[in-house]
């Protein structure tokens, strides 16, 4: 099968239009084998987007363009830069390696909760992660979604049944990390938190910085040790860089090494003890296995839809069966985890693989019947997406439809 992928890319049109004022915002765009990141670009005239579909050698499949609507900014973000070249691995001589179970560990909960906090989610049985939801924090028009609104629509999620033991998020801003930690608090379920910057060391260490106050905040808030990450199932830094990077991947895999390293000693110095790694793209772990990392836990993200000659039916046996390659190339010794998958409930199909609400359902059923660790994408659809590539399904992933917000 040939693997494909969506990068998206947004181009700042702004240098060819006079008085143009630009500022870079990070935004997660949780999409695979295929997902890209969108780089939101606040200006004060349309910025143009353009949308490409490419194999995992790097051939062109389609091309197309889009605009972005520059009055659907986000709340300014704590992290900002542009994208440099990678770095030397060597930079990670003489890094520490933290302790590495085979489920999610962190520094133990002296016991103290707030009011309304639960006792973290136990493990699913025979020693299983259990099944995730990415929760996105914008609003359709782009605009930052506040504490209340994002703990009242990941309490929906998680009163909804369908048994999630763990919440991904990809970054910083709008305050993702203290707000959603406090959801997850409410909930009794733990959190995937990710740092997405790794375009300098400025961006990353804003973003670090940033991630560590903000589970900080929430212990303020809920009456814990400051430095307990009890509720942290474990931290992601960068999402598919190397992906996104292709031509460069080489300097990019050694960049996302980089700093990873440096993310596993700061947080481990304000006293989180669990698992710290990058994610990707599946087939990039193939042809770079250094991406498993330091750690014992690999995250990857596998999704069956970019495929194309994957329908629905063998999408799950095509995840199991990619998971054991890369158990494969990273050796026995590593646990791996799909950081996300999904299957789009609207849009328009790419070969053999068909999006819809009931392809979506079906795919749900397959994925719990083949996988033990996984994070669904998404809780909602997210209207803030901005596409016109020919599958028109980046809006299209929520399991529950339609954020109540908007």
Not at 85 to 107: D, F
Request: hydrophobic content about 35%; proline content about 4%.
């Amino acid at each position: 099968m040939v693997a494909t992928r969506l990068a998206i890319w947004a181009v700042a049109a702004a240098s060819i239009l006079s008085g143009v004022i630009a500022t870079p915002v990070r935004r997660d765009v949780e999409r695979l084998d295929a997902r890209d990141i969108v780089t939101v670009v606040k200006v004060h005239k349309p910025v143009a987007k353009v949308f490409v579909v490419v194999d995992q050698n790097g051939n062109t499949v389609t091309k197309s363009y889009s605009t972005f609507d520059s009055n659907a900014t986000p709340a300014p973000s704590p992290v900002r830069g542009e994208r440099r070249k990678g770095y030397s691995t060597k930079t990670l001589e003489g890094t520490v390696e933290a302790p590495a179970p085979s489920a999610p560990s962190s520094k133990p909960s002296t016991g103290r909760t707030g009011k309304h906090s639960k006792p973290p989610t136990k493990p699913a049985k025979d020693g299983k992660l259990g099944k995730g939801i990415v929760y996105s924090v914008y609003h359709d028009s782009g605009k930052c979604k506040d504490k209340a609104t994002t703990r009242s629509e990941i309490k929906k999620v998680l009163d909804s049944g369908n048994g999630y033991n763990w919440i991904r998020i990809y970054g910083t801003d709008c305050d993702q990390v203290s707000n959603v930690m406090g959801a997850a608090y409410d909930g009794g379920v733990k959190v995937m938190l990710g740092i997405y910057n790794l375009n300098d060391d400025a961006g990353f260490q804003k973003e670090l910085d940033a991630l560590i106050a903000g589970v900080k905040a929430a212990n303020k808030e809920y009456n814990k040790e400051e430095n307990d990450w009890s509720g942290v199932a474990f931290v992601s830094v960068g999402n598919e860089v190397v992906n996104n990077n292709a031509g460069e991947a080489e300097a990019w895999v050694s960049k996302s090494l980089k700093y990873a390293a440096l993310a596993r000693t700061a947080l481990k110095a304000a006293g989180y003890t669990g698992d710290v790694g990058n994610t990707d793209v599946w087939f990039w772990y193939k042809k770079f296995p250094a991406l498993c990392g330091e750690d014992k836990l690999v995250m990857l993200n596998l999704h069956p839809f970019f495929d194309q000659n994957c329908d629905v039916a063998t999408s799950g046996t095509f995840m199991k069966d990619k998971l054991a390659e890369i158990q494969e190339a990273c050796g026995s010794d590593h646990k791996v985890i799909i950081a996300e998958t999904g299957w789009p409930n609207s849009g328009n199909k790419l070969n053999k693989a068909v999006p819809g609400k009931s392809e979506q359902a079906q795919f749900l059923k397959l994925a719990a019947e083949n996988l033990d660790d996984y994070v669904l994408l998404s809780a909602y659809d997210e209207g803030w997406k901005t596409e016109n590539s020919s599958a028109e399904v980046e809006k299209h992933w929520g399991i529950l439809g339609t954020s109540p917000s908007n």
